[in-house]
């Protein structure tokens, strides 16, 4: 098992900074990719990022490409999303997860599917205004 909990969501306006953070424990020696979706009322689950734990490469949906990174702390099995230039648009609940896969899989070509990933947090509220 492994259990997410992230943190960092508030209410800024539109062009501002905001950096969520996501603390994995338990089996974290079993994660091999960590992902930010986000789901706005009435819409899908949607990808937002992706990070390869070990290695660290990473993926970004195009609507947030250029205004957000994010990044892994291996020892303090964490990782961030720090979001700049947020827009009205980017508001939405924020979660955090976790693919831990059990065999051979393309993570590569899968990274932006809600079904890659294994475990969830309970997610952040992120709400822009214009």
């Known amino acids: 098992q492994v259990q997410l909990v992230e943190t960092g969501g508030a209410l800024v306006q539109a062009g501002g900074s905001l950096r969520l953070s996501c603390a994995a424990s338990?089996?974290?020696?079993?994660?091999?990719?960590m992902g930010w979706f986000r789901q706005a009322p009435g819409k899908e689950r949607e990808f937002v990022a992706g990070?390869?734990?070990?290695?660290?490469?990473?993926y970004y949906a195009d609507s947030v490409k250029g205004r957000f990174t994010i990044s892994r702390d291996n020892a303090k099995n964490t990782v961030s999303l720090q979001m700049n230039s947020l827009k009205p648009e980017d508001t939405a609940v924020y979660y955090c997860?976790?693919?831990?896969?059990?065999?051979?899989?393309?993570?590569?070509?899968?990274?932006?599917?809600?079904?890659?990933?294994?475990?969830w947090g309970q997610g952040t509220q992120v709400t822009v205004s214009s």
């Open positions: 997860a976790a693919d831990t896969p059990t065999g051979f899989h393309n993570y590569r070509s899968n990274y932006g599917r809600p079904t890659t990933y294994d475990y």
């Open positions: 990070i390869i734990w070990s290695g660290g490469s990473t």
């Open positions: 338990g089996r974290t020696f079993s994660i091999y990719a």
